[in-house]
Nanobody
Framework: QVQLVESGGGLVQPGGSLRLSCAAS????????IGWFRQASEKEREGVSCISSSESTFYYEDSVKGRFFISRDNANNMVYLRMNSLEPEDTALYYC????????????????WGHGTQVTVTS
C-alpha cells in the first residue's frame, strides 16, 4: 500500500524556520519525482518545490526561492523541505506528492498524495 506521511508542521513566528518531512512507503522512491504542494485557506493548491528522481532537476515557486530547499534521502525513503525566513503568507496545509512523470509532478497531477501537515506563521 502506497503511503506518504508528512510531519514537521507547526506554529512558528515570522522569520522562523521549519523542516517538513515526508515518509514514503509502498513504492520505490528512487523512481519517482517528489514534490511539496500547499493550500492556504480559500485558495487553490499550488506547487512549492519539486525534485526529480535523479535529483538533477528542481522546481521552486517564485515566492519561496532562496528560502525553501527540497532534498531527498532515497535510502531511507524520506523527502524533506527546509523552510527558512517564514512569512505569514506561507501559512497553509503542506502536502507531499509523488509521480513518475516530471511534467505531471510540476502540474500537480500526481499519482500519490499525503494527507498534509499544517504550517502556521504568525506573531
Amino acid at each position: 500500500q502506497v503511503q506518504l506521511v508528512e510531519s514537521g508542521g507547526g506554529l512558528v513566528q515570522p522569520g522562523g524556520s521549519l523542516r517538513l518531512s515526508c515518509a514514503a512507503s509502498g513504492f520505490t522512491l528512487d523512481d519517482y519525482a517528489i514534490g511539496w504542494f500547499r493550500q492556504a485557506s480559500e485558495k487553490e493548491r499550488e506547487g512549492v518545490s519539486c525534485i526529480s528522481s535523479s535529483e538533477s532537476t528542481f522546481y521552486y515557486e517564485d515566492s519561496v526561492k532562496g528560502r525553501f530547499f527540497i532534498s531527498r534521502d532515497n535510502a531511507n525513503n524520506m523527502v524533506y523541505l527546509r523552510m527558512n525566513s517564514l512569512e505569514p503568507e506561507d501559512t497553509a496545509l503542506y502536502y507531499c506528492a509523488a509521480d513518475d512523470n516530471w511534467g505531471q509532478m510540476v502540474a500537480g497531477m500526481n499519482d500519490y498524495w499525503g494527507h498534509g501537515t499544517q504550517v502556521t506563521v504568525t506573531s
